[in-house]
């Protein structure tokens, strides 16, 4: 039983590591094809394959003289060379104990000859083969083995720039997306700082010019105005600064149980004078005694922002 575990964890690691590539891109690449074309005649072979082992079929990445592009992996000799990693070469099949009944074998022009390399990840795990096929018997010289052998770690590096241009491709992509989502976010934030900095600037003019003339509800209508104003941009600025620490990833994420009618009592008395001003009645609803579990000020900044918006 431990046996069988172990032997279904490597398994399982395996195919994880497969599955980093990509395996179902079986279009035509002169990378690989020149590779198998070379494997088949340093053996002196007519077929050569690059194989990718996944768990119920063989994928192949490059096919010399033969005609289907994927087969099943169950009774391959393929499967032998992943699932021992090592290499597995068979002089005559129909000699074999594993392959002397397969259909493989037994059928016409069936396979005699087969010498397979596994190809390895920088990890160690081997996901797939370059092999050599013949439906002749013969036997395999010591300097083919080792020019498979170079052969099969050249594939595998082929597979590798293949898997790092993907991952910057994608890496590329997301940074794309995430350039567009900073160049909106900082539009959004200019202007929500513009329009408080001209309120600021229109209600101080308006006491340095008009100062005199002014009674004193006047007066303590625009300082409350002003004071509200200063700290709704405070908040704006600290909503940038903590944007910029996600960005950077220096902003630790502390969530935990908070109740909503606190939180939404603490957002709305920072908004609700800038509201007033702007003719707009704000109205919170929710079912009482309602908690929500997150990071008190990421979800702050969050609702502010949309309120201000």
Known sequence: MV??????????????????????????DPRFDELAQLAAEICEAPVALVSLVDEDQLW??????????????????????VLHDQPFVVEDASQHPLFA??????????????????????????????????????????QQSRALEILARQAM??????RLAEA????????????????RYLSLLAHDLRSAFHGIMAFSEVLDTEFDDMDEAAIRKIARYLNHASHSTYSLLENLLEWSMLQTGSMAYKPRWLALSRLLEDISNSVILNARHKDIDLQFSHPPGLSIHGDPNMLRSLIQNLLSN
């Open 168 to 183: 910057a491709r994608e890496q590329a992509s997301q940074l794309s997306e995430l350039n567009q989502h900073k160049d």
């Open 101 to 142: 009944q397969s259909p493989l074998v037994s059928c016409p022009s069936g396979i005699r000859f087969y010498a397979g390399m596994p190809l390895r990840t920088p990890d160690g795990e081997a996901i797939g083969v370059l092999c050599a096929i013949d439906t002749e018997p013969r036997p395999l010289t010591p």
């Open 3 to 28: 046996h069988a575990k172990m032997i279904e964890d490597a398994e399982a690691r395996r195919l994880a590591a497969l599955h980093q590539y990509p395996v179902t891109d079986l279009q035509p």
């Open 60 to 81: 192949f990445k490059a096919r010399y003289n033969y005609a289907a592009p994927t087969a099943p992996r169950e009774g391959s000799f393929c499967e032998q060379v």
């Open 157 to 162: 590096s082929q597979l590798e720039l293949s």
